[in-house]
């Protein structure tokens, strides 16, 4: 099994929910928001992101919206 690589995930995490103890763990963090009906803000532009609205519809709305 691949040791977690944290240290770079949580560098390149937009995550701005300050006190996660997900953060740079993408396998738990995914998990988690999956379990929510969610998807993680890696997923999300920055400005999105922001607003914690981390619904698939918000995903689908968004991506929909930039053209990809």
């Known amino acids: 099994m691949r040791e977690c690589t944290w240290e770079r ?30 998807l993680p803000a890696c997923v999300f532009p920055d400005d999105v992101e922001k607003t914690y609205d981390r619904s698939v519809e918000r995903f689908i709305d968004t991506w929909q919206k930039k053209g990809r």
Do not use: F, P, S, V
Request: with cysteine; glycine share 10%.
């Open 9 to 38: 995930n949580k560098a390149n995490c937009n995550c701005t929910y300050e006190t996660c103890d997900r953060k740079g763990i993408c396998c738990e963090c995914l998990r988690y928001h999956r379990g929510l009906g969610e």
